[in-house]
Each structure stands twice: as C-alpha cells, then as structure tokens.
C-alpha cells in the first residue's frame, strides 16, 4: 500500500508558521506580565485607602451601639415603669433592640439587683456577674468567657432625672458569627477577607471571608493597628483576591497588533524568498528528460538509487513471469479498468481471444462478469466456477484485489483445475446419498458466524450469562437433533411458563424486559407439544429477550386452528436462529415470513384436545395491592392486572404500603414485586405474618431473576409475566382469606415508628406486638399527613433524630400527636419528650418505655 505524500513546501511553512506564533505568544505574554506588574503594584497602594475604609466601618458599628446604649439609659433614667418591669419598658421599642448595633445589654442597680437581657443565652453560658468588673466607663473592652464567648462589652453610668447614680448598663456586641459587622466590614470596601486580632492577649476577636471566594491563591494582605474606642491593642487584617486585570489586553492590544503585523510580515518575505530559491529550482526537475545527472548535488544521490531500483523492479517482473508460467494454474493480472496486463500460457490455452481483446469481458463468459465487477469495487473473497466443454476441464477461479504501483485497484485472477475433484465427489453422492438425520446436522457457518458475534460485543458480559445463552442454544440444536417423538397435551400458557423461566434463569437479569403478548383465552388452549415446539419457544424467546430495539415483544394469538407467533427482534445478520427456527418448523409443517418491520411471524397449525380444561375464575371487582418496590415495568403489571377485571391498589414501596392502606376494607391478594431488592420483600411477608399472626397469607412474589430461596408459604410468579399466568397465580391466591388493613387500627393505641435499622424494627415489632400497639414505620416524617391524618391522636417514637422547625410544624397540625425519642440531640425541641435507652435495644428497655407511654395515655384520657 503507499504511503502518504508529504509537500515540503507545505510542511515549511507550518513549522516556520508555529515557530512564529510562539514567538509572538512569548511577547505577548511578556507585555501583559508587565503591564499586570504595574496594576498590581497600584493595587496594593489602593488596599491601604481599603483598610482605613473598613477601620470606619468597624467603628460606626460601634457608635451606633453606643448611641443605642445612650437610647436605652435615657429610657431607664427619664421613663416612668413600674421596679421590675424595666425589660418590658425596653422591648416595646423592639424595631431599636432588634436593628441596632448591640446583641444584649445588661443592667446592674445600686440596691444590688440587676436585670439580663433574655437573648444573652443565645450567645454565652456563663454568669455575666464574672465579667462584668473588667467592664470600663465609656470605653468598650474585649472579653473572652470561659464557653469561648468572644464579646465587646461597653459599661454606661445610669443618672437619675436628678443626676443620682441608680446604677450602671452594660451593652454587648458578640463577635461569634456575627454576620452583621461581618458582611459591613467586608462589603465597606469590597475585600475578600478581614480580620481583627487582639496582640496584647494573643487571640483572634472576629474573623470572616466571602462566601464562595477562594482565598487559596494569590491574594493581597495588609495589617495595621486598629484605631478603635476599644480599650485593647487591635490589629485590623484585610485580604484582597488578586484578580487579573480586565484593562491588561485592551491596554496592551496596540502593542500586540503591531508585533503580530511585523511577525506576518516577515513570514510572507520569508515564504517568498524559499519559493524562489529551492522549490522553484525542484519544480524545474521534473519536467528535465535528459539521462545525465542533475545539476543540484544534492539531488544526485537520490537520482542514483532510483537508477538502482529501476533495475531491480525489471528483473523482479521477469521472474515473475517466469513463475506464473511454471505453476500448474491459469493466471490472469489486470488493471483497475479490467485490461489485461499478464496473462500465462494455461490461461491462454483456455481463452485463445485474450491477445485481441481489450478488457476481460470481451473474452470471459458472460455468467461471470458480475464477480469480477464485484471485485473491482473492493469486495474479498469472490469466486466462481467456469466449465471448458471444448476441452472438458471444470477450473475454479478465486478473484483477489490489489492495489498496484500506481496506487490504483488492480485484480489477479487464479484459476485451478478441479475436474478430477469435482468427479470423485460427484461419484461419491451417487454412492453414498445423505439420510435425513444427516441433513439435519447444524449449518457450522451460522455457528461460527453467531460465535463471532459474541466475542465481538462491546458491552461486558457476565461469564454466567455467556455461558446460559450457550446452553440454550445447546439445548435447541439437542431438540432439532432429537429422535424423540413423544407428545403431550398442555395449556399453550403453560408451556410459555416454563420456557421463559428457563430461559431468564439462563440470561440473567435483562430478561425480564420482554413483553409477552398472551391472553388468559389463549394461554388456557392444550395443544399438543413435543421437543420441535418447546425449542421453537425457547428460540423466539431468546431472540425477544436478547434484542436492542426499543420494543420486545412476544406475540401469541390463534385463529380458529392455526397458531400466530410475532417475534420483534433485530437478529438479520445473525443467521443461526432463522437456520434454527427453520429446522424446527420443518416438522411441525409451520411457515416462517419476515415482515416490513423486521418482526418474524410464524404460523402453525395446531393439534388440540377436544375438551379443554376448565379455568379457576377470579370474582369481578376483587381487590388487589400491587406494591412495585424496585421491578421493572410496575405499568405494565397493573394494566394486566385490570384487564382481568380487578381493582388495584398499587403501592411504590413497602412502605408506602403500610401507611396508605387503611383507605381499603380489604384485600383479596397481595402481589409483591421485586428486581434486586429481595430483602424488602422478605422483610414485608414477615410483618404481614406476623401482623395478623398467620402463615396462609394471599401473597404473590413476582420477581424479575430467579430467587436463590422462596417462602414456602407464598405464591410465587416468576419468568415473563402475561395476563394468562397472572390470572393462575392469583387464582389460587384469592381462594386463602384477604387481608383487612383496618383490622390493626381498631386496637387501642397507634403508633409511629421514625427511622431505625431493619434490626431495631425488628426487636420492637416483636415487643410491641405483645401489648396490642398497631404500628407504623417511616424512614422520616416528611410525609406525616398521609399518616396522621387517620390517627390525629398517634404516638410517634423518633428512633432517629428529626428537623426541629418539621416537628413544631406536626404539632401546631395535629396538636394530640405526642412525640417520644430515645435518643437525645443539641436542637430537640420542648414537645419531644426524651427517654433514656442504650444500644442495642433490649425487651427490657422497650417494655419499660411501652408501659411508660401507656400510662401517660391513660392518665391523659382520665383527665379527659
């Protein structure tokens, strides 16, 4: 094959091209790194007008506390209140306490007494009498407590209407999260962080930086001492984020444009100037005929070798003429246009014309034209036969494509002479004719051709899978190969049964995704079924499960005798099923046709037993729950099931399940899915079980795999699901006693279990059950009102701490619902009442906390 030319010229000027651009990237970014040099240094100067901006800030901060101190002393001094009401006084002017500068203040009377205000305790613990001596007379002063209560605190003298001492007001400012001062100083003078530091005690008073600025990287920092009223040696810290400047490029682009026009100036004087001193003089070479050498000594080496080389193709080309006519084969070579460039003497012999003709179709027989136009075109492995009568000779030509010097399609025609070959086989069918068990041995090129496709997928598969898909192939060409014809009559729904199972317990678990299309009518007629047919089964349900299209779906009809099958699949190119699906119907006398959709339709006429067997009726009306969990396709189960005339209820999980059906009276069955969750629905048979004390339950498991380990006491449906299997399953169901949810909510107490593992639910399902309490579990209580509101008076147990304003909010809803945990948490609201217990929860602790609450209850309702 030949290589890629390369134009010189062209590579030239793309190396000369990026060498430039370098060139001129490295002086650009040189011109913006100074000129970002000299905006840095103006933004440092700018950071110093900043720090005495945001020292302003801090300070008006503390001024209109002051004057909110001054506010508060004249109403102490001048209003009239009754002793001890002084908060009242001060709270009625609540738009001054709340807006202003001070967080709490704090009052110490010369008879000893004092007044708090209340919203102290949101910031400090401590007894504020421990602080209050380093308290100065109009200066404010820092104050660390002992809970780590960073405070500045402002002590003001109290004067009577008759300037007499009555006592003295202490204001507060916390410096803890303080978002207020925090965003004033920040937003002052648009800095990224600020800081105020205490040196003569050696600890940081307040702290804060910009939400969702990043301060990791280059950044500008300033400190200088705080001038402040506090009594103390202050240390303000700012920090400003470098940013690049916006200005650089538009300040520097004159400077970029004229080195980019000086640089694309000397490309083009560059590129001129090689055009006209070496492609020029290389462009000259081509057209020089003569046979001395060149007059560019660089050059005549090359011209040597190629002298060397000519030399070697001529004698190359004559042996292999030599070769092609010493082999005992015809040889033809022609070019892309199908001339004839070699052709040896047995080809000769076998097309005397050759030498007059032009092309290869002036001389070959017509049949075989088309292969040769197919190999002009590209196609591998074209070959057809061609019978001398003149000379009695049968030669089989393999037709193979090339590219040739000229890099153009050329084809090489070699023909064998097979007619000895030919003859002995021809002789050998006459002598040993194929039996009918010989013909149906397995067509090995669709074999090979589906192994091919398997180990070519893109996906991973599981090695389980492969090997199932394996054996149910297996087990099809085991079924085409069978002698055995032995038949039995079963309901078509039945068989449909069987088969899906096998074949979903073999692929896994995408089998679960196919549609089969049967009603209960249909699936109850008994046909007549032997080994052809079950195969024929598994074979259009493998081809359903295993394709990529949009819609799987098995359909599954009769029309008086005469079965229909249509199978979606996108199997075209994968020609082992069709050959499979062929030999079984051989048979069974079916028809096969492929419709405009791809889809495969099948039609047999099928042997039926004269009396068929008499289905179990499901009552109209009945109720059924269908609680999905995590199966695939929930929508379709319900639409079947609606279609068989029953009422669903259908449920998204377990638990919604347990706290939305007491709006039914009652239900006939209960049908669980299931896909990977297995756990769950184990799990909800055992508290059905346990709920109404009772193992005969009408439960119907429908799961997606084959489960490992099934209930013995449920119903279990697995394989595809179909409105005829449905039907038998629930069938059977309905015959045990249904399920009534309000049975539980008739007891005397209701409670709500919150949160708790699936081992804690356990230990007190099993106490609580043995003092009658109808229980309900929830993983939280974001859907309480679908709960409480059929049991306003409910007593909900957190097992896990809940949201505090979410339980305020339930309380305020539904004011008898009363709230016990057994876990303590910083923010558990005054309507949560704690009871202490430690892990793991033992039936002691929980029988303390059951008759605990059962007692709280009957106290109440004698109260009542």
């Known amino acids: 094959m030949a290589g890629v030319t390369i134009s010189l010229q062209h590579r030239l000027r793309s190396k000369v091209l990026i060498l430039v651009c370098v060139v001129f990237l490295a002086v650009t970014f040189m011109s913006l790194y100074f000129i970002e040099a000299l905006?840095?240094?103006?933004?440092?100067?700018?950071?110093?007008?900043?720090?005495?901006?945001?020292?302003?800030?801090?300070?008006?901060?503390?001024?209109?506390?002051?004057?909110?101190?001054?506010?508060?002393?004249?109403?102490?001094?001048?209003?009239?209140?009754?002793?001890?009401?002084?908060?009242?006084?001060?709270?009625?002017?609540?738009?001054?306490?709340?807006?202003?500068?001070?967080?709490?203040?704090?009052?110490?009377?010369?008879?000893?007494?004092?007044?708090?205000?209340?919203?102290?305790?949101?910031?400090?613990?401590?007894?504020?009498?421990?602080?209050?001596?380093?308290?100065?007379?109009?200066?404010?002063?820092?104050?660390?407590?002992?809970?780590?209560?960073?405070?500045?605190?402002?002590?003001?003298?109290?004067?009577?209407?008759?300037?007499?001492?009555?006592?003295?007001?202490?204001?507060?400012?916390?410096?803890?999260d303080n978002l207020t001062l925090a965003n004033e100083l920040l937003e002052s003078a648009q800095v990224s962080a600020v800081q105020v530091y205490d040196s003569a005690h050696n600890r940081v008073l307040l702290?804060?930086?910009?939400?969702?600025?990043?301060?990791?990287?280059?950044?500008?920092?300033?400190?200088?001492?705080?001038?402040?009223?506090?009594?103390?040696?202050?240390q303000l810290d700012i920090i400003q984020k470098r940013i690049f400047s916006s200005t650089i490029l538009t300040n520097a682009l004159p400077l970029i444009a004229g080195i980019g026009v000086v640089l694309f100036c000397f490309c083009l004087l560059l590129f001129r100037q090689v055009k006209t001193l070496i492609f020029q003089p290389l462009e000259s070479i081509v057209y020089r005929h003569e046979e001395g050498l060149l007059p560019y000594s660089e050059l005549q080496p090359i011209q040597l070798q190629s002298n060397q080389y000519k030399a070697f193709i001529e004698s190359k080309e004559n042996r292999f003429k030599l070769l092609a006519e010493s082999i005992h084969s015809a040889i033809i070579f022609c070019t892309e246009v199908a001339e004839v460039e070699l052709i040896n003497s047995e080809a000769k012999l076998l097309f005397p014309d050759a030498e007059k003709a032009r092309t290869l179709f002036d001389f070959m027989p017509i049949s075989c034209h088309q292969s040769i136009q197919e190999a002009l075109k590209g196609e591998v492995g074209v070959a057809f036969e061609l019978t001398d009568s003149t000379l009695g000779r049968i030669y089989q030509w393999q037709v193979h494509s090339f590219k040739n010097e000229s890099n153009y399609r050329g084809l090489l025609l070699v023909g064998r002479n097979v007619t000895q070959e030919i003859s002995l086989m021809w002789q050998l069918e006459q002598l040993q004719p194929l039996s009918s068990a010989q013909q149906k041995k397995v067509d090995t090129d669709a074999i090979l051709s589906e192994l091919t496709y398997l180990s070519s997928l893109p996906g991973y598969i599981d090695s389980k899978h492969l090997q199932g898909w394996l054996a149910l192939l297996i087990s099809v060409l085991d079924d085409i190969s069978s002698l055995d014809s032995k038949v039995s009559y079963l309901p078509i729904g039945e068989v449909f049964c069987q088969e899906s199972a096998r074949v979903?317990?073999?692929?896994?678990?995408?089998?679960?995704?196919?549609?089969?299309?049967?009603?209960?009518?249909?699936?109850?007629?008994?046909?007549?079924?032997?080994?052809?047919?079950?195969?024929?089964?598994?074979?259009?349900?493998?081809?359903?499960?295993?394709?990529?299209?949009?819609?799987?779906?098995?359909?599954?009809?009769?029309?008086?005798?005469?079965?229909?099958?249509?199978?979606?699949?996108?199997?075209?190119?994968?020609?082992?099923?069709?050959?499979?699906?062929?030999?079984?119907?051989?048979?069974?006398?079916?028809?096969?046709?492929?419709?405009?959709?791809?889809?495969?339709?099948?039609?047999?006429?099928?042997?039926?037993?004269?009396?068929?067997?008499?289905?179990?009726?499901?009552?109209?009306?009945?109720?059924v729950a269908w609680v999905a969990n995590d199966y695939p396709n929930p929508n379709i189960i319900k639409a079947a099931l609606v279609r068989l005339g029953l009422q669903v209820e259908e449920y998204v999980s377990t638990d919604s399940f347990f706290t939305q059906s007491s709006a039914v009276v009652k239900f006939d069955a209960v049908l669980i899915g299931c896909d990977k969750d297995v756990?769950?629905?184990?799990?909800?048979?055992?508290?059905?079980?346990?709920?109404?004390?009772?193992?005969?339950?009408?439960?119907?498991?429908?799961?997606?795999?084959?489960?490992?380990?099934?209930?013995?006491?449920?119903?279990?449906?697995?394989?595809?699901?179909?409105?005829?299997?449905?039907?038998?399953?629930?069938?059977?169901?309905?015959?045990?006693?249904?399920?009534?949810?309000?049975?539980?909510?008739?007891?005397?107490?209701?409670?709500?279990?919150?949160?708790?593992?699936?081992?804690?639910?356990?230990?007190?399902?099993?106490?609580?059950?043995?003092?009658?309490?109808?229980?309900?579990?929830?993983?939280?209580?974001?859907?309480?009102?679908?709960?409480?509101?059929?049991?306003?008076?409910?007593?909900?147990?957190?097992?896990?701490?809940?949201?505090?304003?979410?339980?305020?909010?339930?309380?305020?809803?539904?004011?008898?619902?009363?709230?016990?945990?057994?876990?303590?948490?910083?923010?558990?609201?005054?309507?949560?009442?704690?009871?202490?217990?430690?892990?793991?929860?033992?039936?002691?602790?929980?029988?303390?906390?059951?008759?605990?609450?059962i007692q709280q209850n009957t106290n109440l309702r004698s109260n009542e």
């Open 679 to 853: 756990e769950a629905q184990a799990d909800m048979t055992r508290a059905l079980k346990l709920k109404y004390n009772r193992d005969e339950l009408p439960i119907v498991w429908l799961n997606s795999t084959l489960l490992m380990e099934v209930d013995p006491d449920v119903f279990t449906l697995q394989g595809c699901s179909f409105d005829y299997n449905l039907h038998q399953v629930l069938a059977k169901a309905c015959e045990l006693e249904g399920v009534i949810p309000t049975h539980s909510h008739e007891q005397a107490l209701s409670w709500v279990m919150i949160g708790g593992s699936r081992i804690t639910k356990a230990i007190w399902y099993v106490e609580l059950e043995k003092y009658e309490v109808a229980t309900q579990w929830l993983v939280d209580l974001s859907n309480y009102h679908v709960v409480l509101s059929y049991h306003p008076d409910a007593v909900v147990v957190l097992l896990e701490p809940q949201p505090r304003a979410l339980l305020r909010s339930i309380q305020a809803a539904f004011p008898k619902v009363r709230f016990f945990s057994v876990q303590k948490w910083p923010e558990m609201p005054d309507n949560v009442s704690f009871f202490s217990m430690a892990l793991p929860y033992s039936g002691d602790q929980i029988r303390l906390f059951t008759q605990n609450v």
């Open 504 to 623: 979903m317990a073999a692929m896994g678990v995408e089998a679960n995704r196919a549609l089969l299309d049967c009603s209960v009518e249909v699936g109850a007629r008994n046909i007549a079924v032997d080994a052809n047919f079950r195969g024929l089964i598994r074979a259009l349900l493998m081809m359903v499960m295993s394709n990529d299209m949009a819609e799987r779906r098995l359909t599954v009809r009769f029309d008086g005798e005469e079965l229909e099958m249509i199978a979606m699949n996108d199997m075209a190119f994968r020609p082992l099923f069709y050959w499979m699906i062929k030999m079984l119907l051989a048979p069974l006398g079916g028809q096969q046709k492929t419709l405009q959709n791809n889809a495969l339709q099948i039609n047999l006429i099928m042997e039926e037993l004269e009396y068929q067997s008499i289905l179990k009726q499901l009552t109209p009306n009945q109720v």
């Open 207 to 234: 702290e804060e930086h910009k939400v969702g600025v990043d301060l990791s990287g280059a950044t500008l920092h300033s400190r200088l001492p705080l001038v402040s009223p506090i009594q103390a040696d202050l």
């Open 39 to 176: 905006n840095q240094t103006a933004a440092e100067k700018n950071l110093a007008l900043k720090h005495r901006v945001v020292e302003q800030a801090f300070n008006g901060y503390l001024a209109r506390a002051e004057d909110e101190m001054k506010f508060i002393g004249q109403d102490l001094s001048l209003s009239n209140y009754t002793v001890g009401r002084e908060l009242d006084l001060l709270f009625s002017h609540h738009e001054v306490l709340f807006f202003g500068g001070l967080d709490f203040f704090y009052i110490e009377w010369v008879n000893g007494k004092h007044s708090m205000d209340p919203r102290a305790r949101l910031f400090t613990k401590v007894d504020l009498q421990s602080v209050l001596g380093e308290g100065l007379i109009n200066r404010w002063t820092s104050i660390v407590t002992t809970d780590d209560s960073i405070l500045l605190m402002f002590k003001k003298k109290l004067l009577s209407s008759g300037q007499e001492n009555i006592g003295f007001l202490y204001g507060f400012i916390s410096l803890n």
